[in-house]
């Protein structure tokens, strides 16, 4: 079992930065690759950004590249994604997730993961 606490969002006006954390607890976190979803009101829950255990590989979805980072440190158990110049499209609950699934292929899709946080809200303001 994995228990992830997300932390860190909050109201930003268009343009500003926020920078969420995921406290991971229980099995061994560098034992999981992670990702971030997002969901707004009405929507799907939708992929934002996944790194690999060893954080060498990362993947974004295209709305978010070059803005958003994630990164983690295995030592402190926790995934981090910064994100800058905020949209107001941006705006959503933020989810961080665990897999233990070797395939990084796969790591872009929500199915692939078993450990879910329960979320922390983002709202850019335009």
């Known amino acids: 079992q994995v228990q992830l606490v997300e932390s860190g969002g909050g109201l930003v006006q268009a343009g500003g930065s926020l920078r969420l954390s995921c406290a991971a607890s229980g099995r061994t976190f560098s034992s999981y690759s992670m990702g971030w979803f997002r969901q707004a009101p009405g929507k799907e829950r939708e992929f934002v950004a996944a790194?690999?255990?060893?954080?060498?590989?990362?993947y974004y979805t295209d709305s978010v590249k070059g803005r958003f980072t994630i990164s983690r440190d295995n030592a402190k158990n926790t995934v981090y994604l910064q994100m800058n110049r905020l949209l107001p499209e941006d705006t959503a609950a933020y989810h961080c997730?665990?897999?233990?699934?070797?395939?990084?292929?796969?790591?872009?899709?929500?199915?692939?993961?078993?450990?879910w946080g329960q979320g922390t809200q983002v709202t850019v303001s335009s």
């Open positions: 790194i690999s255990r060893n954080g060498v590989t990362t």
């Open positions: 997730a665990a897999t233990d699934s070797p395939q990084l292929g796969i790591i872009t899709r929500l199915y692939a993961y078993t450990y």
